[in-house]
């Protein structure tokens, strides 16, 4: 940690691709996009320790409340990725989608992101919100974006990524109609390949 730490706070001035994010969370998605050369510029969410891990690791602010920012005051991104709360659409949630507690803010995430027009975002949630309302949610997201956007959508077993569980997520891709043409996008479909997937062996800590 303390390398990605160093890596946010120095250099700022060398040039950079930017990412921003919303709901960061536990930082997963944040982190990858350090390692993956992006400089965050400012992150979303509302959980108190959350906000704190963002600042700690970036040195940038952490904007709060996704919905209730003023978007024109801050920084585009290059990249804007965003994992919202996925409970109301999870198999073993509630699968309520819209009508639970935090499942709207999948599809009210459109209207900051048409606020913001950063050039590329990336959208995950869990792969089941194509089953929950019959994927009533993602058909809203494509729709809502799809003026501005030319959008990939892909399903996407993070074992082959190189994550140690054998979950599977949706990930929304979107480009800049006027900016990025769809060619500029390739998905990887198998990143290890089979042979390569991680284990508990890939993970574990050795004993003291």
Partial sequence: MDSLIKTCHENTTVPKYTVGGFASGGL?????SIRAGFRPVWGTEICHRKRTLWHKLTGTQDLGDT??????????????ISGM?????????????????????????????????PP???????ANVVNVHEGSALRKVIHKLKPYYRMKVQIVPTQTHGDASNRTR??????DKK?????AYK???DLLGSDHA?????????DE
């Avoid at 590329?120 to 869990?126: H, P, R």
């Fill in 187 to 189: 998905y990887v479909s």
């Fill in 120 to 126: 590329t975002f990336c959208l995950e949630m869990v």
């Fill in 179 to 183: 900016r990025i043409p769809l060619s």
């Fill in 67 to 80: 919905l209730q920012v003023d978007w024109s005051n801050q920084t585009v991104p290059d990249c804007l």
């Fill in 28 to 32: 997963l998605d944040t982190i990858a």
């Fill in 85 to 117: 709360p996925c409970t109301d659409y999870s198999s073993s949630g509630s699968r309520t989608g819209e009508d639970g507690d935090t499942g709207h803010l999948y599809v009210d995430q459109c209207e900051s992101i048409i606020k913001i027009r």
């Fill in 170 to 175: 949706l990930f929304v891709i979107g480009l």
């Fill in 198 to 206: 991680p284990s508990a062996r890939s993970i574990a800590e050795p």
